[in-house]
T-cell receptor, first 115, second 112 residues
Framework: NAGVTQTPKFQVLKTGQSMTLQCAQD?????MYWYRQDPGMGLRLIYY???????DKGEVPNGYNVSRLNKREFSLRLESAAPSQTSVYFC??????????????FGDGTRLSIL | GENVEQHPSTLSVQEGDSAVIKCTYS??????FPWYKQELGKRPQLIID?????GEKKDQRIAVTLNKTAKHFSLHITETQPEDSAVYFC???????????FGTGTRLQVFP
């Protein structure tokens, strides 16, 4: 039981390049999330998926797209990377049950630098 | 929507002392308040959470208190140890969107 697995762990891109960050969970969770973490800003939600087949924008969605491929996998895509997207990206998942307030479990993060 | 403020941003204590981190939230309908600990270069990990039907919860040296009237909740760490050094995040569940809204974090340093 690996929990939440993110790939890659590190990546350097040039401005304008595209890439996809991968996330998979093996806890049979319904909900999955993508956050970015910048110094002094805490964790800010980019996109989330409440269940398979649905995605919704979070606090900072501009410049990103997501795909909920199946119940296990939730990918984040940068179509044209910009230096402002240099950050640490965390994927998280939770067992969503209405009003049950389940905690979120995080992956190890992807450290992305855009030059 | 929900807004969470966290104070202080940095906190330094001597080993064995207590540490208190405070958060306030804006939406009185919020009903779930987790705390996460993030060590340098690691993932955030849940350390304790509290639901709105209780006022206090304790787990060994860690406790969380919730004041729904004042809309604030606090993390208390007693008998601090150097391994408690980390960044701590509070969060509140936005009942309208079902999303967690995080505070900006508190960097706790425990000096031996």
């Amino acid at each position: 039981n690996a929990g939440v697995t993110q790939t890659p762990k590190f990546q350097v891109l040039k401005t304008g390049q595209s890439m996809t960050l991968q996330c998979a969970q093996d806890m049979n969770h319904n909900s999955m999330y993508w956050y970015r973490q910048d110094p002094g800003m805490g964790l800010r939600l980019i996109y989330y998926s409440a269940s398979e087949g649905t995605t919704d924008k979070g606090e900072v969605p501009n410049g990103y797209n997501v795909s909920r491929l199946n119940k296990r996998e939730f990918s984040l895509r940068l179509e044209s990377a910009a230096p402002s997207q240099t950050s640490v990206y965390f994927c998280a998942s939770s067992r969503l049950a209405h009003d049950s307030n389940q905690p979120q479990h995080f992956g190890d993060g992807t450290r992305l630098s855009i030059l | 929507g929900e807004n969470v403020e966290q104070h202080p941003s940095t906190l330094s204590v001597q080993e064995g002392d207590s540490a208190v981190i405070k958060c306030t939230y804006s939406d009185s309908a919020s009903n779930y308040f987790p705390w996460y600990k993030q060590e340098l270069g690691k993932r955030p990990q849940l350390i304790i959470d509290i639901r709105s039907n209780v006022g206090e919860k304790k787990d060994q040296r860690i406790a969380v208190t919730l004041n729904k009237t004042a809309k604030h909740f606090s993390l208390h760490i007693t008998e601090t140890q150097p391994e408690d050094s980390a960044v701590y995040f509070c969060a509140a569940r936005d009942v309208n969107t079902d999303k967690l809204i995080f505070g900006t974090g508190t960097r706790l340093q425990v000096f031996p």
